[in-house]
């Protein structure tokens, strides 16, 4: 299976899966390139670090189609079959979510449908819940929406920052993100309507 990666900084997210693929930890798999739409992007010189061909892409005052038009035809000349978003703070259009079907994830740090879109931390400290985590979800063209694939919990404590819990959560993401594309490299993952089913 070929994966790309799209990221927009740290990479932190992109770094687990190059590092699962090439360990075979995610079998029959290679990451083949990473996509960022910031030129500044930390991730960047990780991927090339690793061997891997890292490409800026960046809107550029373009139409969102004009821009995710361009990435799309980047990831079919690479002949990837599966797109995962790492840290990519863009909404993809319908035109790259059609490209390709069901073959886009996301990760996001929060435990969906609670709090999608920006600051996920932030916004389950304020609503004081004692439990947030990740989400490894299948993309659609609704922000965090899709069908979820592996969830992963941790606590919130009471005198949590959101930094503080990002960087618990962040642990759990890394963890989760793997194990996501390892169901989906296996081949036992189906989508039912709104939900995955995987028979293990
Ligand atoms: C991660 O926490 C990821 O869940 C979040 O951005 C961070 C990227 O870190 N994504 C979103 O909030 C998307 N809605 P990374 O660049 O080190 O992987």
């Given at each position: 299976m070929?994966i790309?990666?799209?990221?927009?900084?740290?990479?932190?997210?992109?770094?687990a899966l190059?590092?699962a693929a090439?360990?075979?930890e995610i079998p029959d798999s290679?990451?083949?390139?990473?996509?960022?739409?910031?030129?500044?992007?930390?991730?960047?010189?990780?991927?090339?670090?690793?061997?891997?061909?890292?490409?800026?892409?960046?809107?550029?005052?373009?139409?969102?189609?004009?821009?995710?038009?361009?990435?799309?035809?980047?990831?079919?000349?690479?002949?990837?079959d599966l797109?995962c978003?790492?840290?990519?703070?863009?909404?993809?259009?319908?035109?790259?979510?059609?490209?390709?079907?069901a073959r886009i994830v996301n990760i996001?740090?929060?435990?969906?449908?609670?709090?999608?879109?920006?600051?996920?931390?932030?916004?389950?400290?304020?609503?004081?819940?004692?439990?947030?985590?990740c989400t490894v979800h299948v993309?659609?063209?609704?922000?965090?929406?899709g069908a979820i694939i592996v969830q992963q919990?941790?606590?919130?404590?009471?005198?949590?920052?959101?930094?503080?819990?990002?960087?618990?959560?962040?642990?759990?993401?890394?963890i989760a993100y793997v194990e996501a594309v390892k169901k989906i490299a296996s081949g036992r993952l189906r989508i039912e309507?709104?939900r995955t089913v995987f028979s293990g």
């Amino acid at each position: 299976m070929k994966i790309g990666i799209l990221i927009s900084g740290r990479g932190s997210n992109m770094v687990a899966l190059v590092d699962a693929a090439k360990s075979d930890e995610i079998p029959d798999s290679e990451v083949v390139v990473v996509i960022s739409d910031n030129p500044d992007a930390a991730g960047l010189s990780k991927a090339r670090d690793r061997g891997v061909e890292a490409l800026v892409i960046e809107r550029k005052g373009r139409s969102r189609e004009d821009h995710d038009l361009e990435i799309v035809s980047a990831l079919r000349e690479r002949e990837v079959d599966l797109v995962c978003l790492a840290g990519y703070m863009r909404l993809l259009s319908p035109e790259f979510v059609n490209a390709f079907p069901a073959r886009i994830v996301n990760i996001h740090p929060s435990l969906l449908p609670s709090f999608p879109g920006l600051d996920a931390q932030q916004q389950a400290i304020d609503q004081g819940v004692k439990i947030s985590g990740c989400t490894v979800h299948v993309v659609d063209e609704f922000l965090d929406n899709g069908a979820i694939i592996v969830q992963q919990a941790v606590e919130v404590r009471d005198d949590d920052s959101a930094e503080t819990l990002a960087a618990r959560i962040l642990d759990r993401e890394h963890i989760a993100y793997v194990e996501a594309v390892k169901k989906i490299a296996s081949g036992r993952l189906r989508i039912e309507g709104s939900r995955t089913v995987f028979s293990g």
